[in-house]
């Protein structure tokens, strides 16, 4: 693990280098792609679930007229 005085540097080359209007404007981006990323995942496993519970259904249903059929 780096020194903090090593550490303060690192962080203080990055912000010459870059700048800190660069760094707010990547912060940003970076936020938005993780929210998105979250978004995407919830909304896989919402139709997943969906889709579960349709196939359980389906089979409960099929089952049903099984049962009537005998």
């Known amino acids: 693990m780096p020194s903090l005085p090593k550490l303060l540097i690192f962080v ?3 912000v010459l280098l870059f700048g800190t209007k660069k760094l707010r404007s ?3 981006d ?3 792609s993780i929210k998105g990323f979250k978004k995407a995942m919830n909304d896989d496993d919402d139709k997943k679930e969906t889709d579960d519970s349709q196939k359980v259904e389906h089979l409960h249903s099929s089952a049903n007229n099984h ?3 005998e």
């Open 12 to 14: 203080a080359v990055i």
């Open 26 to 28: 990547l912060g940003s």
């Open 30 to 32: 970076l936020g938005a």
């Open 67 to 69: 049962a009537d059929k």
